[in-house]
């Protein structure tokens, strides 16, 4: 294996920000990559990407104090596990019915902007889908931290992100704007994810 890669598995294993965007830009990008591909399907995205996205968030969350932690060696994070704990479960239920039932009023604000301009209709929808997601995870986080609103905050701003970038044509035939927007997304959910994680070690 070339040793630019072994590296940077090893930045993947040890650095918790860095599985997470990584983790975002797979679970985002998939999700919305079926719904801009194919309209038939667009309807289905939002509950396509809650999935994905609440899988691969849990595998970046799996070794922090957020996750089963003592299911693995300290300082050691596989990249690939087919254990799906109790939690682990929670979590990627939560960020499901999030983004199922907060694709119904986005889906509802974006059809009725979208004749006056797609870019909002796409800003606006990404926000109140990734707002409804925050709220659903929030459900989890909350027992742990006291920081609801700025959780929902960063959520509905990367969610909008998401959402704008969705729509920007950056190179014709590649989803570059979905990379950035869920990259952004899992940077500012991210950085807040690390200040709950240090309460919950602190606490525990």
Known sequence: MPLI???FLLEVRQRFLLRWVLANVIGWTVGLYFGVLNPICFAGAGVVAGLVLGASQW???????????HSEDEGYVPLVSTHISQPARQWIISTFAGAALGLIPALALATGL???????AALLGGAILGLAVGIGQ?????????RGLLWLAVNALGGAACGWLTLTP??????????????????????????IIEEKEHSG
């Open 170 to 195: 950056i190179i014709r035939g590649l989803p570059i704007g979905m990379l950035l927007g869920a990259g952004l997304f899992g940077y500012v959910t991210g950085r807040v994810l690390e200040r």
């Open 114 to 120: 979208v004749l006056l301009s797609n870019s909002l």
């Open 138 to 146: 929030w459900m989890i986080l909350k027992y742990v931290s006291n």
């Open 5 to 7: 890669i072994e590296q």
């Open 59 to 69: 595998w970046a969350l799996r070794s922090t104090a957020l996750g089963n932690k």
